[in-house]
């Protein structure tokens, strides 16, 4: 299902690596069969941060992987076009060139940038001839509680702006009250707002209740054509956990199976430390396999996490640590 690009057409963007997920009829027996076995979901989980460890050059190039899945992100009420360039900046340079250079991967950058809707021009411009696309959150971010016409006519501004990916917040009162249909129907509708540029779909899951609410809720979504399927915004107070992303990512085989369609995974909100990105990709692997171990496929939402793997990559190369207020990404 893969098509045919140059490596240089393939280094960023998504749409030119896999055939995207055109979605399909909701499928409600389909849906209403999807369950979750909380327990034996936590006692794989709780396997992982123990069980799979790499060291030394092999963690340095898992690290190095990892910063091409961050969308570098900054969604706070007082940024500012400097502080917006000055994280460009950083995903142009995610670590520095004389580390890179002594690891032999000069050149890397990371996924994608993520802003707000008003900062969109502003990272396009500092972006520009980079192939590093730009992600906007959209439809009444965090809480999506705004109308829902002002929800759609967002995602066209911002797909207008410049945004090549578009991060967009479910209504939550549809998974808790069962209204897949509405869940699909308003899906299916922003997807179509996108156009050409790919639409991550945050779950939000901390909100939803229960994890089998979180393996219908991504059936849905990807039914509806999301493009990824995402765990937070970040601002909830439960964001990514290994048991949802468990889930969320065995939801994303299932429809792989069943459909042929690639869907991406992008945890998000918490993952600050390299440790814990490692323990994110060992669990991609191990249920997906190495097809979505790039960042067409994967994502991590982060502001905080290139920091401690730019440190990390510094210690495995100099032997010593740095303070971490000398990595800040922006």
Avoid at 56 to 83: E, M, N, P, S, Y
Avoid at 148 to 166: M, N, Q
Wanted: aromatic residues 6%.
């Amino acid at each position: 299902m893969q098509t045919q690009t140059s490596q240089t057409e393939t280094l960023h963007l998504p749409q030119t690596l896999e055939v995207r997920n055109q979605g399909m009829g909701l499928d409600l027996d389909w849906v209403m069969r999807a369950t979750a076995n909380r327990s034996a979901i936590e006692r794989r989980a709780a396997t992982l941060p123990g069980r799979r460890s790499v060291k030394k050059d092999h963690q340095a190039a898992w690290l190095c992987r990892a910063v091409t899945c961050i969308d570098l992100t900054t969604l706070a009420g007082d940024d500012t076009v400097g502080r917006v360039a000055r994280l460009c900046a950083k995903a142009r340079q995610p670590v520095r060139a004389d580390l890179l250079n002594t690891l032999g991967m000069d050149g890397l950058t990371v996924g994608a940038v993520c802003v707000y809707h008003d900062m969109v021009e502003a990272a396009v411009d500092a972006l520009a001839g980079s192939g590093i696309p730009v992600a906007a959150v959209s439809t009444g971010f965090p809480a999506g509680l705004s109308p829902f016409h002002l929800r759609v006519a967002e995602i066209e501004e911002s797909v207008k702006a410049g945004a090549a990916e578009i991060d967009i917040v479910i209504s939550r009162r549809h998974v808790l009250t069962g209204n897949w249909q509405a869940l699909y129907d308003e899906m299916r509708a922003f997807r179509a707002a996108c156009g050409e540029a790919h639409v991550k779909a945050i779950l939000a899951t901390g909100e939803l209740g229960t994890l089998q609410n979180v393996a219908r809720a991504s059936l849905v979504c990807m039914m509806a054509g999301a493009d990824f399927i995402k765990t937070s915004t970040g601002k909830e107070s439960v964001n990514a956990t290994l048991p949802v992303s468990l889930v969320m990512i065995r939801a994303i085989r299932d429809y792989f199976e069943e459909t042929g369609y690639r869907v991406g995974y992008k945890p998000a909100g918490g993952i600050s430390k390299a440790k814990d990105a490692l323990v994110y990709l060992a669990l991609l692997k191990e249920e997906l396999g190495d097809h979505w171990l790039h960042n067409d496929l994967f994502r991590f939402g982060a502001s905080s996490l290139l920091g401690d793997i730019e440190r990390q990559l510094e210690h495995h190369v100099t032997g010593a640590y740095s303070a971490s207020w000398r990595h800040a990404a922006g």
